[in-house]
Nanobody, 125 residues
Framework: ELVESGGGLVQAGDSLRLSCAASGRAFNTWALGWFRQAPGQERKFVAGIGWSGNNVTYYADSLKGRFTISRDNAKNTVYLQMSAMKPEDTAVYYC???????????????????WGQGTQVTVSS
């Protein structure tokens, strides 16, 4: 099970950190991703991080430099640090997981078998 937290209402320019806590064993073997979905839009890739033996990170091109994904295996938690936030960052943010690596690509939602329920992030102008 994946449970996101940390969403809320912020102002443009603010920072926010989302957390996603995972239950179960062998968290260090899971590849993890963050996606977001705005109203009326499809779910889009935000960031991904490999399992602990391959800790490579991936980002949507438009978000590089503002968003940072990280993991804490001791806490079974993946984080998404967001900075210099913009109104267009408003969305429901989901974390996702798949063991070892996503099926196909980190950038495609279909590659992840497990999903959290999402947390709302709203950025006011």
């Amino acid at each position: 099970e994946l449970v996101e937290s940390g969403g809320g209402l912020v102002q443009a320019g603010d920072s926010l950190r989302l957390s996603c806590a995972a239950s179960g064993r062998a968290f260090n073997t899971w590849a993890l991703g963050w996606f977001r979905q705005a109203p009326g839009q499809e779910r889009k890739f935000v960031a991904g991080i490999g399992w602990s033996g391959n800790n490579v990170t991936y980002y949507a091109d438009s978000l590089k430099g503002r968003f940072t994904i990280s993991r804490d295996n001791a806490k079974n938690t993946v984080y998404l640090q967001m900075s210099a936030m913009k109104p267009e960052d408003t969305a429901v943010y989901y974390c996702a997981a798949n063991q070892w690596s996503p099926a196909g690509s980190y950038y495609a939602a279909v590659g992840y078998a497990f999903w959290g329920q999402g947390t709302q992030v709203t950025v006011s102008s």
